[in-house]
């Protein structure tokens, strides 16, 4: 008897490739192991086939991978928040200083850094499925290890793993969306994204409180794993298992095809494109004689990932050490070395980590500065916000951390909102109106006065949050729209990595400014000068914005408009 099979629904992203198919031929004829002739189809496997392809065979299947992919971001980030809260009643039981468990939160960004450019490629030369598989796997083993921990030491090695498999999950699940959306409508699904980024936190700032009050901190990570679990089980069912054929991928995902040939993110055609490659045969997403570029850049990975992590611990010692300490300038001096070297490597290795051709296009390099400087400005201005309602204004720690919450909240709102908008706007506008909203919130803080109403601060507040809400899906796509499909991995990684530089230096400085004022960290005028260099860094997220190009829609989506930097 020929064995059965089903046929592969059109759009699906993965077919089975030949061990695969040789083996369900084999179990269908019964010349698997335990059959005699007979079909002996484990029914599980029988049962997560027709789902997995029903799904598949959706014409919202795009939508079916975002949600999946959502769900995982907010299993990994609901805690987020809630832990720094935590961290007092952490250390009294632990035994140890708040100081010292601040590395708790500093420490994941340097992993981070030094894992997200290997692991983004990584994603690019295998699977982003299986590089997001593992960063569940390695956020389940990282809350283990939190919840579980007898010391501070543990306690600081589990948060430093969790950075690496941050940059795993994160870099995969990013890939994954712009991977199955178009890239007229990614601005929409990075709105989504962005509701759950700012609003997993701020539901794990509510939930979790009464959880640390009543049954411990501890509980609060035990509480995380079924939520991965659930993340782990869609994202076996819906999500591509492989890379798909260049071709068949712009098909499903509306993107514009001329003859036979993927019309390029910079205008050429993806079958001219020596480092692209025809990779019809290439659907597993491994590396392939005919496809030399997916070599594994560890040179410029190492370099890189050294540049960044050197800058990083730079930016967060530099306050004790001082800005000009010979430690600070020292490390500063790695930081430049390596980059230096890391650009010198790219420009002459056949396989670079990150093509240096990207930076010389305006819609790669302008909304990645505008998203630095506008998480510069975000990031500095929430973490200096408790400080000055409780030293200045007399606020408690829990009303000030309740008012605070009114920034991402309207973050995470009017981001889905703003991404639906971009397509009618344009990402330009969307980015200069959340640019000057962010401005406007920072200018507001430094016309405080001693006794301000709560109405101004949460006006404040509200156009912190709407400003960054407006330009996130907008930047974020923008740059994603520039880049190979076979590189949203790296250049994924890259995003989140300049992303957490901003943040990084916008709490270093912005901090430092206030303490090293004259009159220290008890006067007013010290919190107008730090919001001050916050507005200044917001407008230049402004002028960025004013550089960008919108991402051409309808009829003109098969042909570019944009031109290289000069």
Same mark, same amino acid.
């Given at each position: ?15 089975? $490739? ?166 007229? $409508? ?58 798909? $054929? ?34 019809? $045969? ?285």
């Amino acid at each position: 008897m020929s064995p059965i099979r089903e046929p592969v629904p059109p759009g699906t992203h993965d077919e089975p $490739d030949a061990d695969e198919r040789a083996a369900a031929e084999a179990i269908l004829a019964g010349s698997g192991t335990g059959a005699e002739g007979g079909i002996v189809v484990p029914w599980p496997i029988w049962f997560h086939r027709r789902l997995h392809r029903r799904v598949r065979g959706s014409d919202r299947y795009r939508w079916w991978v975002l949600w999946t992919v959502l769900a995982g971001l907010l299993s990994v980030n609901i805690t987020f928040t809630v832990f720094v809260v935590a961290l007092p009643k952490v250390a009294t039981e632990l035994h140890t200083s708040v100081s010292t468990l601040t590395w708790t939160s500093t420490g994941p960004l340097l992993s981070f850094g030094v894992a997200a450019p290997i692991l983004g490629k990584l994603g690019d030369l295998r699977s982003y499925r299986w590089l997001y598989l593992w960063g569940l796997v390695g956020a389940a083993v990282s809350v283990v290890l939190t919840a579980s921990a007898p010391t501070a030491g543990v306690l600081i090695a589990a948060r430093l793993f969790d950075g690496i498999q941050g940059a795993a999950t994160g870099a995969a699940s990013m890939a994954l969306v712009l991977q199955v959306f178009s890239h007229e $409508d990614r601005v929409k699904a990075l709105g989504w994204w962005s509701l759950v980024g700012a609003g997993g936190p701020v539901l794990g700032v509510t939930i979790g409180a009464p959880v640390i009050q009543y049954l411990g901190w501890r509980a609060l990570f035990w509480g995380e794993l079924p939520l991965m679990a659930i993340a782990a089980v869609l994202a076996v069912i819906v999500l591509p298992g492989r890379h798909a $054929d260049p071709l068949r991928m712009a098909s499903f995902a509306g993107r514009e095809v001329a003859t036979g040939r993927e019309v390029a993110t910079n205008g050429q055609v993806a079958a001219d494109r020596p480092e692209m490659g025809d990779r019809r $045969d290439a659907g597993d997403g491994l590396s392939h004689p005919e496809s030399p570029s997916r070599k594994l850049d560890w040179v410029g990975s190492g370099t890189l990932a050294l540049s960044v992590t050197a800058f990083l611990l730079a930016l967060n010692e530099a306050p004790s050490w001082g800005f000009l300490a010979p430690p600070t300038l020292g490390v500063f001096g790695v930081s430049v070395a390596s980059g230096v070297t890391f650009v010198l490597h790219e420009r002459k290795t056949p396989h670079p980590l990150i093509p240096l051709r990207y930076f010389r296009l305006r819609n790669f390099v302008f909304p990645l500065g505008a998203s630095s400087f506008i998480n510069f400005s975000y990031m500095g201005g929430f973490f200096l916000f408790p400080i000055l309602m409780e030293r200045i204004y007399g606020y408690s720690e829990t009303r000030a951390g309740l008012v605070s919450t009114a920034r991402p909240l309207l973050f995470s709102l009017v981001a889905p909102v703003a991404g639906y908008a971009a397509v009618k706007v344009g990402e330009r506008v969307s980015v200069l109106s959340g640019a000057v909203a962010l401005t406007a919130s920072m200018v507001v803080f430094t016309q405080l006065g001693r006794e301000p109403s709560l109405g101004i601060i949460l006006l404040a507040l509200a156009l912190s949050g709407i400003g960054n809400g407006f330009s996130t899906p907008s930047t974020a796509s923008s740059a994603s729209n520039e880049v190979a499909p076979d590189e949203l991995g790296v250049m994924s990684a890259a995003q989140q990595l300049i992303m957490q530089i901003g943040i990084v230096a916008g709490i270093q400085v912005m901090v430092t400014v206030q303490s090293s004022s004259h009159g220290g960290v008890g006067s007013l005028a010290s919190f107008h000068r730090a919001y001050a260099v916050g507005a200044v860094v917001a407008a230049l997220a402004g002028v960025c914005a004013l550089l960008m190009r919108n991402t051409p829609r309808g009829s003109r989506s098969a042909t570019r408009s944009e031109a290289p930097l000069p």
